[in-house]
C-alpha cells in the first residue's frame, strides 16, 4: 500500500528548475509533525534536503539554501519541492518523508516513518 508517491524527477541542465511532488495518503497526511524532502548521491550517504513542520516552520539544508522550496498544500495532501537554479551536484534520488506526529527532530532521519520509494533527478552542464 503505497503511502507517499512522489513525481516530478527528470533530467535538466544546470540553472534550470524542477519541482517535485509529493502525494500523500490519508493515513499519512491525517497525523504528521515533520514532512520532508530527502536526497542520495551514488556512493553518498543520504542527506536532509529540505523540512516542513505542521506548524508551517522550514528547514532548509545549507547547500539548498535560498535555491530550493518546501510547500505542502493540505488541500490535497500533497508536499512539493521547487528547486530552482539547479547545480550538477543536486544529481540525486530524491525522496519524501513522513513522520507519524510524534514531535522530534525534523534534521533526523530517524524521526521520519513514511518514505516514498524515490524520484531520480539529474542536472547536467
Known amino acids: 500500500q503505497v503511502r507517499l508517491k512522489e513525481s516530478g524527477g527528470g533530467s535538466v541542465q544546470v540553472g534550470g528548475s524542477l519541482r517535485l511532488s509529493c502525494e500523500a495518503s490519508y493515513v499519512v497526511a491525517a497525523n504528521w509533525y515533520c514532512m520532508g524532502w530527502f536526497r542520495q548521491a551514488p556512493g553518498s550517504e543520504r542527506e536532509g534536503v529540505a523540512h516542513?513542520?505542521?506548524?508551517?516552520?522550514?528547514i532548509y539544508g545549507s547547500s539548498v539554501k535560498g535555491r530550493f522550496t518546501i510547500s505542502r498544500d493540505n488541500a490535497d495532501n500533497t508536499l512539493y519541492l521547487q528547486m530552482d537554479n539547479l547545480k550538477a551536484e543536486d544529481t540525486a534520488v530524491y525522496y519524501c518523508?513522513?513522520?507519524?506526529?510524534?514531535?522530534?527532530?525534523?534534521?533526523?532521519?530517524?524521526?521520519?516513518?513514511?518514505w516514498g520509494q524515490g524520484t531520480q533527478v539529474t542536472v547536467s552542464s
Open positions: 516542513i513542520m505542521s506548524d508551517g516552520r522550514t
Open positions: 518523508a513522513s513522520d507519524r506526529g510524534m514531535i522530534g527532530s525534523c534534521l533526523d532521519p530517524g524521526q521520519y516513518y513514511y
